[in-house]
């Protein structure tokens, strides 16, 4: 049996959901990418500017590729910022700096 996407009011048809693994394979090279540009940043900036497509679970995936960088060694806590993603409402977000270690992997 095959199954029938609605269409949006767009219509457009909206994309196959996609496992955890699948889009970090996405959005892992992009954010390894604004770790090593040097500059200050925050997950929704780089989300954003490059458009990328949302996790399966946003509430949690979001906060746990931040934590995997920071865990594997390439981004580190910067400081704080008003958050400029139009739902927040400008809430507290962290912001985060890349490392000696996104450079490095940038550079391979």
């Known amino acids: 049996m095959t199954t029938t996407e609605q269409p949006t009011l767009d219509g457009t048809v909206p994309p196959e959901p996609v496992g955890y693994e699948t889009w970090l394979a996405i959005v892992w090279p992009v954010f390894i990418a604004a770790a090593a540009s040097g ?10 500017t490059h458009n990328l497509p949302a996790p399966p679970h946003p509430q949690a995936h979001w906060g746990r590729l931040m934590h995997q960088l920071r865990d594997d060694g390439y981004i580190r806590p910067a400081g704080w910022t008003a958050s400029d993603r139009p739902t927040t409402r400008h809430s507290g977000v962290r912001t985060w700096r890349g490392t000696a270690a996104a450079r490095r992997e940038a550079a391979t």
């Open 39 to 48: 500059r200050t940043f925050t997950c929704y900036s780089v989300a954003d």
